[in-house]
């Protein structure tokens, strides 16, 4: 159940598919980057022959690229959840049932995570 306060968080934000455009920049900002990634895709499907869904396991840089653009650039900055149990976290009892909402942008920017957590470095 979306609650009318929760459109503030997640009604701004683009769609899905921005992901693809943030991860062109960071690749186009990263030469060294887009390089690997190209070699990648090169050495497993060729020159030959179109990208298939089932090459994407063979595919391991470009994969690891995508979850970095999902770490710096997540499509909705915090996602709503419902304690299930009474909890106590860092200090602050939580009761069972709760609203709770996980700002996935700060925790992949969280220093105390990531080493240079705004690097792009897949």
Known sequence: MILPF?????????NSAIIA???????????????????EIDNVVGKNRLLQES????FP???????????????VPMIPRKSTEDR???GYHIQANTTIFINVWALG?????????LAFRP
Request: charged content about 20%.
């Open 6 to 14: 929760q459109n503030i968080f997640v009604a701004g934000k683009d």
């Open 21 to 39: 455009e943030w991860a062109l920049s960071e690749l186009i900002n990263h030469p060294n980057v887009m390089k690997k990634a190209i070699a």
């Open 55 to 58: 090459d994407i396991p063979n």
């Open 61 to 75: 840089y470009l994969q690891a690229a995508v979850k970095e653009t999902l770490r710096l650039h997540p499509p």
């Open 88 to 90: 106590v976290v860092a």
């Open 109 to 117: 920017r969280d220093p105390n995570h990531w080493e240079n957590p």
